[in-house]
């Protein structure tokens, strides 16, 4: 199956979500070619020891974001690794912040390389938490 079939196939329950989902609690809400978006409640079990929701799931919401639009363009036998991913935090996430959505897209699709873009919003207001780029390799994986 291609790679934007496998992500509708998880979006719609049909295949199980990564583990990674089911550890953190993220579920994929959004998928087309070349898009992803993810949602999350956190909880205080992702807490820093300063009160704050830790950085790190910002950065997990948005490498998940834009390695999941980029698998959308792969074709069946094809997948991705991601080569680099870079985010800034702009704004903390609080224990009470509510549901977040991390949206990603891809920039450039080549035969080897794809750049995506993403950022994590709070549902509440619309406002951006963090923003980042990732780029990737396309591999063969049949």
Sequence with gaps: M????????????MHPPAPIQEL???????????????SLVP????????GTVHGGIAGLLLDSCMGAAV?????????YSTL???FNLVRA????????V??????????RVATAEGAVR???DDKLVAHGTSTCLIIATG
Excluded at 2 to 13: C, F, N, P, Q, S
């Design 122 to 124: 709070r549902v509440s």
């Design 84 to 86: 680099e991913t870079s």
């Design 24 to 38: 953190i609690g993220f579920r994929l809400v959004e998928v087309d070619e070349g898009r992803s978006a993810f």
């Design 102 to 111: 991390a949206a990603g897209r891809v920039l450039y699709r080549g035969g």
């Design 93 to 100: 996430i609080m224990p009470d912040t509510g549901e977040i």
């Design 43 to 50: 909880d205080g079990r992702m807490l820093n020891p300063i």
């Design 71 to 79: 698998h959308t363009t792969c074709a069946a036998g094809e997948g």
């Design 2 to 13: 291609t790679g934007l079939e496998y992500m509708i196939a998880i979006r719609d329950g």
